[in-house]
């Protein structure tokens, strides 16, 4: 989750309904709006050009909105439609999704002191010294290890049915509604050593001497002995190395075929890949929390006991000799071309985040 998630605003839940007849439609809208804007504002706007009356029928106030409808969006990704829009009926909402926010913004509010400590403190460059940790600090460490191995298994199935689901496809140019291929080309690379060698008077013309640089305070903060998925379960990582390969084995051209039609089975496997990374999402968000929380407690020290770490350094550059190589290519993008190696072309397969067809 991007660092754009720390930003306050609303979150909405919309419901459509007929003009004419009053019936409400089967579908709900989960968005936002930041800051000071309103969601009846943003109601208005996707009112435009819409036969349909758009009603706004509740709103929650969020410390973290974007980190907020980005749960919810993936939590219930198997009910999701189009874009924002879900599949819920009224005793859904009141049951279930409302409920749900109410939650997660109790948990937000608590969460929320945390990630603001983590900001302030990625500031401080590390002293070098180590805290020592409490029985708590452990607590949070054991529940930490264990959702960190309860992620690696779902990362795992996920890439198994993501691999099955392109088996399925065949010599096809995808799944209707499910799979998707995007063909990609991938411009070739400057080869700066190859044009130095070849051409040393024009390119001692274009280096330049960097000043010394001092960086802003950079360091990641790490968990550390961590469990990895080989010794967790042997068998399901060797699935999971098998797995990754499969999209390897699809060829560049099959993305410019058509879609084959979906089948039950390509159906069920697209449905349970949406609730595992449903699942991954709320794991990784626990995560997250958790990591600020460490950054919190470990404050200006370098770690916490054995369990973690975070040196915070400015780094220096010292003056250095650099090509300029936008330079270069301004001047001469004929022979910037031609020291350029060949294109690559690739294709990648995206799964569907949304279910927009009949099941």
Same mark, same amino acid.
């Given at each position: 989750m991007s660092k754009a998630s720390m930003t306050p605003g609303e979150l909405y839940i919309n419901r459509d309904r007929d003009f004419k007849t009053g019936e409400w439609g089967p579908y709900v809208k989960i968005g936002i709006v930041r800051k000071d804007r309103k969601s009846k504002d943003r109601a208005s706007e996707h009112q435009t050009g819409n036969p349909r009356e758009v009603v706004l029928l509740h709103t929650f106030i969020s &410390?973290? #909105? /974007? +980190?907020l409808e980005t749960l919810l969006h993936n939590i219930y990704s198997v009910r999701r439609v189009s874009g924002e829009w879900?599949?819920?009926?009224?005793?859904?909402v009141d049951g279930i999704l409302i409920p749900k926010i109410d939650e997660l913004i109790i948990e937000q509010k608590l969460e929320v002191v945390n990630f603001i400590a983590k900001g302030e403190n990625s500031k401080l460059e590390s002293n070098g010294k180590s805290k020592d =940790? =409490? !029985?708590e600090d452990m607590k949070l460490y054991n529940i930490y290890s264990? !959702?960190? $191995?309860n992620r690696q298994v779902l990362e795992a199935e996920i890439e198994i049915i993501r691999a099955d689901l392109i088996k399925s496809m065949g010599s096809s140019g995808g799944i209707d509604g499910i799979l998707q291929l995007q063909q990609k080309r991938n411009e070739g690379i400057f080869n700066q050593k190859l044009f130095a060698e070849k051409e040393p008077e024009l390119?001692? @013309?274009? *280096?330049? *001497? +960097? &000043?010394?640089? $001092?960086? /802003? #305070?950079k360091g990641n903060l790490t968990v550390k002995n961590i469990s990895k998925l080989s010794k967790i379960n042997e068998n399901l990582d060797k699935k999971f190395k098998v797995s990754s390969t499969? #999209? @390897?084995e699809v060829k560049f051209e099959q993305g410019s075929k058509d879609l084959s039609g979906r089948d039950e089975n390509q159906k069920n496997l697209h449905q349970t890949y949406l609730e595992k990374l449903g699942e991954w999402f709320v794991i990784n968000h626990s995560m997250e929390c958790m990591v600020a929380d460490f950054a919190n407690r470990i404050g200006e020290y370098e770690s916490l006991g054995e369990i973690v770490t975070w040196k915070r350094r400015r780094k220096v550059t010292p003056e250095n000799e650099k090509f300029n190589s936008s330079s270069f290519k301004r001047d001469h993008p004929d022979l910037f071309e031609r020291y350029k190696s060949e294109p690559k072309f690739s294709v990648s397969v995206i799964v569907s985040k949304? +279910?927009?067809y009949p099941f």
């Amino acid at each position: 989750m991007s660092k754009a998630s720390m930003t306050p605003g609303e979150l909405y839940i919309n419901r459509d309904r007929d003009f004419k007849t009053g019936e409400w439609g089967p579908y709900v809208k989960i968005g936002i709006v930041r800051k000071d804007r309103k969601s009846k504002d943003r109601a208005s706007e996707h009112q435009t050009g819409n036969p349909r009356e758009v009603v706004l029928l509740h709103t929650f106030i969020s &410390p973290m #909105v /974007d +980190r907020l409808e980005t749960l919810l969006h993936n939590i219930y990704s198997v009910r999701r439609v189009s874009g924002e829009w879900f599949e819920m009926s009224e005793e859904f909402v009141d049951g279930i999704l409302i409920p749900k926010i109410d939650e997660l913004i109790i948990e937000q509010k608590l969460e929320v002191v945390n990630f603001i400590a983590k900001g302030e403190n990625s500031k401080l460059e590390s002293n070098g010294k180590s805290k020592d =940790t =409490t !029985l708590e600090d452990m607590k949070l460490y054991n529940i930490y290890s264990n !959702l960190s $191995i309860n992620r690696q298994v779902l990362e795992a199935e996920i890439e198994i049915i993501r691999a099955d689901l392109i088996k399925s496809m065949g010599s096809s140019g995808g799944i209707d509604g499910i799979l998707q291929l995007q063909q990609k080309r991938n411009e070739g690379i400057f080869n700066q050593k190859l044009f130095a060698e070849k051409e040393p008077e024009l390119f001692s @013309k274009y *280096i330049e *001497i +960097r &000043p010394e640089e $001092i960086s /802003d #305070v950079k360091g990641n903060l790490t968990v550390k002995n961590i469990s990895k998925l080989s010794k967790i379960n042997e068998n399901l990582d060797k699935k999971f190395k098998v797995s990754s390969t499969a #999209v @390897k084995e699809v060829k560049f051209e099959q993305g410019s075929k058509d879609l084959s039609g979906r089948d039950e089975n390509q159906k069920n496997l697209h449905q349970t890949y949406l609730e595992k990374l449903g699942e991954w999402f709320v794991i990784n968000h626990s995560m997250e929390c958790m990591v600020a929380d460490f950054a919190n407690r470990i404050g200006e020290y370098e770690s916490l006991g054995e369990i973690v770490t975070w040196k915070r350094r400015r780094k220096v550059t010292p003056e250095n000799e650099k090509f300029n190589s936008s330079s270069f290519k301004r001047d001469h993008p004929d022979l910037f071309e031609r020291y350029k190696s060949e294109p690559k072309f690739s294709v990648s397969v995206i799964v569907s985040k949304m +279910r927009s067809y009949p099941f």
